[in-house]
């Protein structure tokens, strides 16, 4: 189970991202003090466990549910999570966890 940094210092995400149904949104993670060992990536619907997106080490992976992919750098201090075309029922809370 991946441990989540305690201090929110630690992973900065931007709190909020909006874009229109059919187009692309990139979600970003930002964690310049940890280098990751697996990069994680999680969506959460109302009232819902925490589902898995994807887990990368580092390159750049194709994610099948929603389509797009993750990207983790090469020093595995940030990721990004593409939403290639995410519809209306892609909408919820999207998280990584190291």
Known sequence: ???????????????WAETTEGTG???????PKIT????????????????????????TKPVLEPEGSLWVSADR???VLWLARPRRG????????L
């Open 36 to 59: 990751a060992d697996y990069t994680h990536w999680y969506r959460r619907f109302p009232d819902q466990p925490p589902q898995l997106v994807a887990t990368a080490v580092r390159d």
């Open 25 to 31: 949104l990139n979600l970003t993670c930002l964690h």
């Open 77 to 79: 201090q940030s990721s």
């Open 1 to 15: 189970f991946p441990a989540v940094a305690a201090a929110t210092d630690q992973v900065q995400q931007r709190p």
């Open 90 to 97: 892609d909408a919820a809370v999207y998280y990584c966890a």
